[in-house]
T-cell receptor, first 113, second 116 residues
Framework: QQQVKQSPQSLIVQKGGISIINCAYE??????FPWYQQFPGKGPALLIA?????SEKKEGRFTISFNKSAKQFSLHIMDSQPGDSATYFC????????????FGKGTRLHILP | GAVVSQHPSWVICKSGTSVKIECRSL??????MFWYRQFPKQSLMLMAT?????????EQGVEKDKFLINHASLTLSTLTVTSAHPEDSSFYIC????????????FGSGTRLTVV
């Protein structure tokens, strides 16, 4: 199973609120889980990433929570700002082949001013 | 930080012609480069993986004769869309991974291809 399942497809949050995006995977051969932020017409940019031996990682307003037994991980954006409005992709690195990055389907986040 | 330059940022070409997209790692050597395709409001779909000096590995369903990939040096990979058709219109994005076994995948800014 190469899929990374992401939800919700779109999300609207009030300014100052918490944005939560969830992802799940099946294959235990993934060993690195990055989150990317993409603005229209631009390539994705790495936001934050975690390895499966860590349950949580925080960088500024962004936190990844990782549940290895459930094969789930999530992104929390605290104090969401209008500038956070973008598409967010969770991803996973496959340890087979050439260590390719496989993307979830994305979440379009809109922060209301 | 690591920078990947992708050129051109957008291109319009006539149906039946070929288009070349370049992906350069500016401040690091990229042992592996990945090429993705993204349709509007969709995710990035991996097309192929290329290692310097060897043939690219294509994902299932990607026509290798249509999407030619060359990774001739540690800093440059090119994607050539041959005999382009309107259905090839898409956003193409490259990603480069450096040496040393780190998890540094850096993405280019993408190329918007429109075939008319």
């Amino acid at each position: 199973q190469q899929q990374v399942k992401q939800s919700p497809q779109s999300l609207i949050v009030q300014k100052g609120g918490i944005s939560i995006i969830n992802c799940a995977y099946e294959n235990t051969a993934f060993d690195y889980f990055p989150w990317y932020q993409q603005f229209p017409g631009k390539g994705p940019a790495l936001l934050i990433a975690i390895r499966p031996d860590v349950s949580e990682k925080k960088e500024g307003r962004f936190t990844i929570s990782f549940n290895k037994s459930a094969k789930q991980f999530s992104l929390h954006i605290m104090d969401s700002q209008p500038g956070d409005s973008a598409t967010y992709f969770c991803a996973a690195r496959a340890t087979w082949g050439d260590d390719k990055i496989i993307f979830g389907k994305g979440t379009r986040l809109h922060i209301l001013p | 930080g690591a920078v990947v330059s992708q050129h051109p940022s957008w291109v319009i070409c006539k149906s039946g012609t070929s288009v070349k997209i370049e992906c350069r790692s500016l401040d690091f050597q990229a042992t592996t480069m990945f090429w993705y395709r993204q349709f509007p409001k969709q995710s990035l779909m991996l097309m192929a993986t290329s290692n310097e000096g060897s043939k690219a590995t294509y994902e299932q369903g990607v026509e290798k004769d249509k999407f030619l990939i060359n990774h001739a040096s540690l800093t440059l990979s090119t994607l050539t869309v041959t005999s382009a058709h309107p259905e090839d219109s898409s956003f193409y994005i490259c990603s480069a991974r450096g040496q040393g076994g780190n998890y540094g995948y850096t993405f280019g800014s993408g190329t918007r291809l429109t075939v008319v």
